[in-house]
Nanobody
Framework: QLQLVESGGTLVQPGGSLTLSCQAS????????IGWFRQAPGKDREVVSC?????????HYADSVKGRFTISRDDNKESIYLQMNNLIPDDTAVYYC????????????????WGQGTQVTVSS
């Protein structure tokens, strides 16, 4: 079981930068795959970025943020970060941190843990 708490969301002007943090608490953090999601009013929750675990290191970015956002993790601190540059109004959303790992109970399924979300508003 893992607890996740996001922070860093605020009001920022277009073209500005912002860093979101996700602090995890629990065991075996290094084996969880981590993802950043976002959800704007009236829209579905979408994947922003994800990063692999100790078994398989990789990064993935949605086309809408590729080249502007950078995901990273510090397994010693059990922390995940999302560095956001060149922000645009369409980036406005609640951003969620998600951790997942293969289930120990059911084959080919995953255990998911979500943070509470943090609001990012890009506006002048």
């Amino acid at each position: 079981q893992l607890q996740l708490v996001e922070s860093g969301g605020t009001l920022v002007q277009p073209g500005g930068s912002l860093t979101l943090s996700c602090q995890a608490s629990g065991q075996n953090f290094q084996y969880y795959v981590i993802g950043w999601f976002r959800q704007a009013p009236g829209k579905d929750r979408e994947v922003v970025s994800c990063i692999g675990n100790a078994h398989a290191r990789y990064t993935h970015y949605a086309d809408s943020v590729k080249g502007r956002f950078t995901i990273s993790r510090d397994d010693n601190k059990e922390s995940i970060y999302l560095q956001m540059n060149n922000l645009i109004p369409d980036d406005t959303a609640v951003y969620y941190c998600k951790a997942e790992r293969p289930s120990f109970l059911v084959a080919d399924t995953w255990d998911d843990f979500w943070g509470q979300g943090t609001q990012v508003t890009v506006s002048s």
